[in-house]
């Protein structure tokens, strides 16, 4: 028999962190919260809290019918919810490695051939590898007048001059250039870095195909798995909620790099900075 998880009472429904779990009355109609975390190598950490109804939430968490992908009538939506993932998979990717700068190779030719760009960014990080270890997570983008370049995240200092001329080698010596962006000790910056590199991602969803490549990234990078510690039964209010996150971010974080969003309707997202040592 499947096991009921909604309590009798608020006051079975608690916290898992330092309280019970939650009783065995089910009742399919009650919202539900779950507060998840997840924490990084460096001390930083993703809290993240959800609402759902019990109903409907069993349906998604468990997995309602879908069609194979691609096939779907909706694919615009499809399209974006794969950017999303894809989105949110970056930043983790981002924080992961620990990455404090972030790489712009550019053209200056206006060039709009995609498949090309991607060939040189392979041959590019081929070129990178041969040199040192060379750790990144990459996006692409197009310029206002169109012509793609690259955003890479990478940790730790980079012999430029290096940089620039096995990218001009590739491209052609008076065609491209370089940029490196260093945001490490600056209050949010890590914070900031993922986030720009990400937020791309999902901007640009419509010029990508549904199962075409939106991002690339080194092996190894090792993303940890979130943690559930919270779960109420019943509603609770948001502001509640967002109480218990800040007194988990003040505890095991460092509150001082903070962020927050809300979306004003079922999930609030909170994350800290590295912790400084």
């Given amino acids: 028999m499947r096991e009921n ?13 330092g309280h019970r779990e939650p009783g065995s009355y089910f009742n399919a109609f009650h919202e539900e919260w779950e507060i998840r975390k997840r924490v990084f190598a460096d001390g930083q950490m993703e809290i993240v809290a959800k609402k ?3 109903y409907v939430g069993a349906l998604q968490w468990n997995g309602m019918p879908k069609a194979k992908r691609g096939e779907s009538d909706n694919r615009e939506a499809n399209i974006k919810d794969s950017a999303n993932r894809a989105k949110q998979r970056v930043r983790h990717l981002v924080k992961a490695m620990g990455a404090d700068r972030m790489l712009t190779l550019t053209y200056r030719e206006n060039m709009t051939d995609r498949d090309r760009a991607k060939r040189d960014f392979d041959r590019f990080r081929r070129a ?7 750790k990144y997570v990459c996006t692409m983008e197009p310029q206002e007048r169109g012509a793609w370049h690259f955003h890479i995240a990478v940790k730790g200092r980079l012999v430029y001059q290096l940089v620039r001329s096995i990218w001009r080698r590739i491209v ?18 890590q914070h900031k870095l993922a986030a720009y590199l990400s937020k791309y991602i999902a901007k640009n969803a419509e010029l990508f195909g549904l199962n075409e490549k939106r991002y690339w990234c080194s092996r190894g990078i090792d993303v940890p ?28 974080g460092n509150p001082v790099d903070l962020q927050a969003y ?9 994350a800290t900075g590295p912790i400084i040592t």
């Fill in 5 to 17: 998880t909604i309590a009798k009472n608020d006051q079975d429904s608690q916290a898992i962190d």
């Fill in 52 to 54: 759902y109804d019990r």
């Fill in 128 to 134: 990178m590898s041969k040199y040192r270890d060379f």
């Fill in 172 to 189: 052609g010596e008076d065609n491209g250039n370089i940029d490196v962006t260093n945001p490490h000790g600056r209050r949010g910056g």
């Fill in 225 to 252: 798995e979130p943690e559930r510690v919270a779960y109420y039964a019943h509603a609770r209010d948001v502001a509640e909620i967002m109480a218990e996150c800040l007194v988990l971010a003040n505890r095991e």
């Fill in 262 to 270: 809300y979306d004003k309707h079922s999930t609030f997202w909170m």
